[in-house]
Every structure is written in C-alpha cells, then in structure tokens.
C-alpha cells in the first residue's frame, strides 16, 4: 500500500517550485473530492508564487457551484492543444487512470510536461514522474491537507473549505468505513482556520431541486433485488431522465440508497448515458459480523476495465443499461454467492 512520508511531500513541494504555470486536471464526473482537491491546491500554490489553471471538461454541478466557486476553464475540444500546452507543468488530482481522464488522456500521454499526481485511489496507471499517493487516505484533500501541514503553509479560510468539502464528502459526511482518527484530526483544524461544518452541509444536500428529488425516486422504482436481497440494482435511463426533469450531474449519492437495507451488501446503479455507453457504480458496506462477505468492489469493478476504492467504485460499458446488468450482476453473483 502506498503511503505518503517528509520525502514524498518535499519532493512535491520542489515539483511546485520549478513551475510556474500549471494544470490542473481531475477525472470525469468530479465529486467534492476532486473539485475541493483542485481549489485546495490551487488556493495552496498561488501562495507559493505559482498561476495555475483549473480545468473541467463541462460547467460545474450546481450542488459544487454554491461552494467550490473559482476561476475554472471548461474544455473547448476544437482548441485542445493551444489551450493545454501553453502551461508548464500539468498535476493530476484525484485519480492516476487515463480512462478517467478520456478528454486529455490523449494529450496527456504525448505530452512531455512535468507531470505531478495527487491520489489515493489503488486502481493507477503510470502517468506522472511526481507521485503523492496514499491508498490509506480517506480522501484526497486528506493526503494535500497533510502536504500542507508538513510544509507549514498556512491554510486560508477557503482553503480550509475545499478540503472540508472533499474530506465530508468523501467519508459520507463521518459515517463511511474509511472515517478515522486522520479525517477527525483534520477536520478539527480545518474547522479551526475558518470552515463551517454546518453551512457546508447545508449548502450541499439541503438545496436539491425537484429534479433530483425525483430521480432518485425514478431509481428507486427500478430497484431490483438478487441474490436473498443482498444485492440491490438500479437502473436510470434516458426516459427516466426526461421524466425527471434531471441531468447526470444529479445522480451523486443515489448509488447509496439501497445501502439502508439490512439484507442488502453490494449496491449498483446504472445510468444511460447521451453516448451509447452506460456508466455502472459499484457500493458495499463494511460487513459487521464474520458471516457476512466483504466485498471489495474495486476488484469488482477492475473486471470491467474500471477501478476505485473497496467500498466505491465503478466503470463504463458500451451497451444499454439492460445489456450491461446481465454482465455486471452475474459477476456480483458470483462473489456473493462465495460465502
């Protein structure tokens, strides 16, 4: 398992040094892990004399867009190279796979940048010469607020928010298995220089809109069990978008809901997509007894090509929704059906 030490945090520390221009970049979809993670280090670097660019391949979730706020590009396919290579060093955030960075993997790959990489995922590829990862950290803003504190630099009150942001949301809001003494230890601080707890939740789950609400309840009534209801599967498709009224980007956090379900150990969610693909999200729980099977459903996911932590996962698959389930849940059967 990978894990951070003063070695790896100042060989950081002198990556941000020699450059002066980077880019940002984090996966596709990005949760509040990735977009506090790109605000964190980008509120981190200015002070170290740096300029960087924030880079996101389509507008910002409205969820994300009350709080993680900041001077963002959005991708523009038709300038790719003049806009990307004008930097002088590229940091990758919140994964090391190229399939999650489809809309510069290309670029990426060819590019002869200085490359840093910021991860505490265990699915990786080999695409940086600078590595920050700790598959220990519960999340990714953990592993920058702990460069922070190793380099003494000071955390502003907006800093301190982002990371919070990627901290909360990555651990459930404290109640995910990977909550520890860490998260609670940086929590403490990060409170201490300026962010609230409470107007961060409140702004990102008591303001959802009508649409979501009733995607989720689109979702719901897919929901279909297997396996003596240890595995939950739901489905969103095309039509149930329309129905909603919903775009993708509200789709976070429904993969959890069947979690609430006593019997239910693995949860799946597929959700069609507008390019003939259907992009399938993996979830277990922590067994609480030694009856009952841990599933690690990254490995899971890493079948498909896809990958991420053993509690959330997931991966992408040409085909609809329908043609995908048979593949994925005969899979989960087979694991469930090991114990």
């Not at 006593?262 to 277990?284: N, Y």
């Amino acid at each position: 398992m990978a894990t951070n030490n003063l070695s790896s945090f100042e060989q950081a520390t002198a990556f941000i040094k020699a450059c002066h221009k980077p880019l940002l970049i984090t996966h596709t979809k990005p949760d509040g892990d990735a977009l506090g993670s790109m605000l964190a280090i980008a509120d981190m670097i200015k002070a170290q004399g740096c300029a960087p660019t924030c880079l996101l391949y389509e507008p910002l979730p409205e969820r994300y867009a009350r709080i993680c706020g900041g001077d963002y590009i959005i991708l523009d396919a038709t300038s790719l190279t003049s806009q990307l290579d004008e930097h002088d060093a590229v940091i990758v955030l919140d994964t090391c796979a190229y399939g999650q960075l489809s809309p510069v993997a290309d670029w990426l790959r060819e590019s002869s940048l200085p490359k840093l990489a910021v991860d505490h995922h265990v699915t990786r590829d080999s695409l940086a010469d600078v590595y920050l990862v700790d598959e220990s950290a519960a999340a990714n803003c953990l592993i920058l607020y702990e460069w922070a504190q190793s380099q003494g630099w000071k955390i502003s009150t907006q800093t301190a928010r982002a990371m919070l942001v990627g901290i909360s949301t990555d651990t459930g809001w404290f109640h995910h298995s990977n909550t520890d003494s860490r998260v609670f230890s940086a929590v403490a601080t990060l409170i201490s220089c300026g962010a609230d707890c409470h107007e961060l939740y409140a702004q990102l789950y008591e303001q959802d809109t009508l649409a979501r609400v009733r995607l989720v309840g689109e979702a719901l009534s897919s929901l279909k069990m297997h396996g003596d209801n240890r595995l939950a599967v739901m489905t969103l498709s095309a039509d149930a978008f329309a129905r909603a009224g919903a775009s993708l980007a509200d789709t976070e956090g429904i993969i959890n809901e069947p979690l609430s379900i006593q019997s239910v150990i693995v949860s799946l969610l597929l959700v069609e997509q507008t390019d003939g693909q259907t992009r399938v999200s993996f979830r277990s729980k922590q067994p609480l007894d030694e009856k009952t099977i841990d599933v690690d459903v990254a490995a899971l996911a890493g079948k498909f090509g896809g990958g991420g932590h053993r509690r959330a996962a997931g991966a992408r698959f040409q085909g609809k929704p329908a043609e995908v389930a048979i593949l994925v849940v005969a899979e989960a059967m087979q694991i469930l059906t090991q114990k």
